[in-house]
Structures are given as C-alpha cells and as structure tokens.
C-alpha cells in the first residue's frame, strides 16, 4: 500500500520562497507512477498544478505555477519535492502529493498540464502554505 506524507509547508511574505517534500512508502521497484502536487484553496475546488512520471522524470506544470514552481523526483529517498519560488497571496493554500501507478506517463492524467484529481488513487494528508502580502 502506497503511502505519502507532505512536509515543509509555512508562512510566507509575498516574493518568498518554501519547498514542500512528498516522503512515499510502500512503491514497488518495477512500478512507475505519476506522482503530482495539488492545492485547495477555502471554498475552492482541489487543482493540479504540478506532476512528474518517474519513469522518465518528464514535468508538467499548470500554467499559474510555471516559471515559478519546480517538481523533482528523488528517487534514493523516494520523494516528490515542490520548490516553490515567488510565492504570491493567491498561492495560499493546503498543498497534496498524489500518485497513480501508469505506464502512460501523466499526460493522459494532466491535460494542459492540469492532474486531475479524481484520477489518482493515492493521497498524502496535504500541508498547508500562507503567503501574506
């Protein structure tokens, strides 16, 4: 069973930078999975916003992150970081890793460069980032 923990999230000023870590356990060696981040804001629907196959290490971001965010995938410690750069009020929100176990790559996931929720099967508890102006 996979599991998934996200860490690093805080208070930060506008123009700041965080980095979220997503620890998994439980993955199988011959398994590759897209792995993403999502965020809800209050009253708003859950988004993707980054993924990354670890099959090839190919990203994709939503286009309100790109520039700004960067996923990467560690593969000796099994986990999916989010560099978070010039952080905006906008930004805040709980921040969630997921992952789905494909062969497909996440583009089937994650049109335009937007995960779907409802597609993967794994959640971590998500962390919650503020950026205050």
């Known amino acids: 069973q996979v599991q998934l923990a996200e860490s690093g999230g805080g208070s930060v000023q506008a123009g700041g930078s965080l980095r979220l870590s997503c620890a998994a356990s439980?993955?199988?060696?011959?398994?590759?999975?897209?792995m993403a981040w999502f965020r809800q804001a209050p009253g708003k629907e859950r988004e993707g916003i980054a993924g990354?196959?670890?099959?090839?290490?190919?990203?994709i971001y939503t286009e309100s992150v790109k520039g700004r965010f960067t996923v990467s995938h560690d593969n000796n410690n099994n986990t999916l970081d989010l560099q978070m750069d010039d952080l905006k009020p906008e930004d805040t929100a709980t921040y969630f890793c997921a992952a789905l176990p494909t062969r497909l790559g996440c583009n089937s996931y994650c049109r335009g460069g937007t995960c779907e929720p409802g597609r993967f099967e794994h959640w971590g508890q998500g962390t919650q980032v503020t950026v205050s102006t």
């Open positions: 439980g993955y199988t060696s011959t398994t590759t999975y897209c």
């Open positions: 990354l196959y670890t099959g090839t290490g190919k990203t």
